[in-house]
């Protein structure tokens, strides 16, 4: 499955920004599905993840109750819904096949073009 990546930019504190994630191939309804992001000088750190068939979410502490991760396998889509952004949300996100529990995933195959979030305070 190849992953791109969209909808990000310059945004302030508190404004709000909802990521796509456009999937290719007939598999891809046969993935759990992750959202990731890297600050500069940091690790990539997990975000949000999605089982397969949409059921179960699961998001990172730092995020939870701001972000909302959902997908439409129909058009081979995930999203993420981020509100009330903070500056620490700035990085580049990375949408990514993934394996394992949904609170702990492991990303798998190669990581497509991410979009760059940035918010000023």
């Known amino acids: 499955v190849q992953l791109q990546a969209s909808g990000g930019g310059l945004v302030q504190a508190g404004d709000s920004l909802r990521l796509s994630c456009a999937g290719s191939g007939r598999t891809f309804s046969g993935y759990d599905m992750g959202w990731f992001r890297q600050a500069p000088g940091k690790e990539r750190e997990f975000v949000a993840g999605?089982?397969?068939?949409?059921?179960?979410?699961y998001s990172a502490d730092s995020v939870k109750g701001r972000f909302s991760i959902s997908r439409d396998n129909a058009k081979n889509m995930v999203l993420l819904q981020m509100d009330s952004l903070k500056p620490e949300d700035t990085g580049v996100y990375y949408c990514a096949t993934i394996t394992g529990p949904l609170q702990r995933p492991k990303p798998l195959g190669s990581w497509g073009q991410g979009t760059q979030v940035t918010v000023s305070s």
């Open positions: 999605i089982s397969r068939s949409g059921g179960n979410t």
